[in-house]
């Protein structure tokens, strides 16, 4: 590995190995959406919790109307109606009928439901033209989707929407979640200014922390975006240390290379943060540690958008999906057939902006970690390993799609 850099991968593991799950509590349902189930939960009622009819009908015997069709009707009296929520009539008597709604109870005695196309919608006396085909047509029968004491929902499950109206269905008001991590998002440069504000003729928008920001969102966590700071060591401590109160996490982009105006790296190594280099293209300079009281950990990202992108994928975003106890942490990458030679430098594992259809993969724009207009039009990143030197037409490569 040229000039004993750090491999993608050792450097990911010393992350993950550092950072713990946050402690989980119990959240109300729409709070924990997106979030991973900490606790594995059992059902409290059976669905559904009673025998009920699947269809606007008439509930009735199987036997009274088993002989049913247009040529010899069945009568049956109209003793009672049943409507869901309303159940007035709890028992029905042999030779006679009750209008039923969907979802409603069953009432002892009926065992099949008639749909009200099957007959001539009578009041006070009902014509049956067609019989059912057997016993218990067009009754959900408890317990029939869920028992009581089944296991509904394990740890570890993203709670979707799906996943939440089942907890609401067997009655959970609350689940056991770890909560979204607060991650603080810091820029540093003296050129940078916030858009919408007049450049200079040497100065550029702050395009990183909104990228940066926007990336945590999506990940499911809640992102600070605090904004510019000077290319001054004190200033750059003062507004980190004013954020340290907020965050579980904490995000710089920008003054982590070699040159003299590397703020983050001056103002953090005596703290003792690692920095060096990762065998990586973009994102080759990267740091990782821990400050403050709290020892809250910090991940300072290159300032290129591209490179500060695509460390947040590889870097950032397993640490806060452990955070969050999301499984799996590391996104796993899906194998595409590439549609135009590459070449890569030996020794670095390059992530290449690129178009992925579903089968195939296509490069995106040069390799300039300053490209955002490029990132903006890809949606996956070619993964080209450290020992692979160039890539031919038609091969099989690792893909790592953006929008999952």
């Given at each position: ?322 955070l969050m106890g999301m499984r799996p942490e590391v996104a796993p990458t899906v194998s595409a057939r590439l549609t ?65």
């Open positions: 590995m040229p000039n004993s850099l750090t491999s993608v991968d050792d450097l990911r593991d010393r992350i993950l190995g550092d950072i713990e799950p946050l402690p989980a509590y119990p959240q109300q349902l729409m709070d924990a959406f997106g979030l991973a189930s900490a606790e594995d939960v059992h059902a409290d009622v059976s669905l559904p919790g009673f025998d009920n009819s699947s269809h606007d009908g008439y509930a009735v015997r199987f036997e009274d109307v088993a002989t049913a069709t247009e040529q010899r009707p069945v009568h049956l009296p109209v003793v009672g109606e049943i409507a869901a929520g309303q159940a007035g009539l709890l028992a029905l008597s042999p030779g006679t009928s009750a209008k039923i709604m969907t979802g409603a109870p069953m009432p002892t005695g009926a065992d099949t439901v008639v749909p009200y196309e099957w007959t001539d919608r009578g009041v006070a006396r009902v014509v049956i033209t067609r019989a059912p085909s057997d016993r218990g047509e067009h009754v959900r029968l408890l317990g029939d989707d869920v028992r009581q004491g089944d296991l509904v929902l394990s740890e570890g499950a993203i709670l979707g929407p799906r996943q939440l109206g089942l907890l609401a269905a067997v009655g959970r008001a609350t689940v056991a979640t770890r909560p979204r991590p607060r991650v603080v998002i810091l820029s540093t440069g003296s050129e940078l200014r916030e858009p919408g504000q007049p450049l200079g003729h040497d100065s550029i928008y702050d395009g990183n922390s909104y990228l940066l920001a926007a990336a945590v969102r999506r990940a499911g966590a809640i992102a600070y975006r605090v904004g510019i700071v000077p290319d001054e060591p004190a200033k750059f401590l003062e507004a980190l240390n004013d954020q340290l109160v907020r965050a579980d996490l904490v995000i710089t982009s920008g003054g982590v290379s070699q040159g003299d105006f590397d703020v983050v790296k001056e103002a953090l190594r005596p703290e003792g943060v690692w920095f060096g280099g990762v065998a990586m293209q973009p994102g080759k300079p990267q740091g990782y540690g821990r400050v403050g009281e709290d020892r809250i950990p910090i991940f300072t990202l290159p300032g290129n958008p591209v490179s500060a992108y695509v460390s947040f994928r590889v870097f950032v975003l397993p640490a806060l999906r452990r135009h030679a590459v070449t890569s430098r030996p020794g670095l594992r390059q992530f290449l902006r690129a178009e992925y259809d579903g089968s195939s993969v296509s490069p995106v724009g040069g390799p300039g970690s300053h490209l955002i207009g490029d990132l903006a039009q890809a949606n996956a990143l070619l993964v080209v390993p450290e020992e692979t030197t160039g890539l031919e037409a038609g091969a099989t490569v690792d893909v790592l799609p953006l929008d999952d």
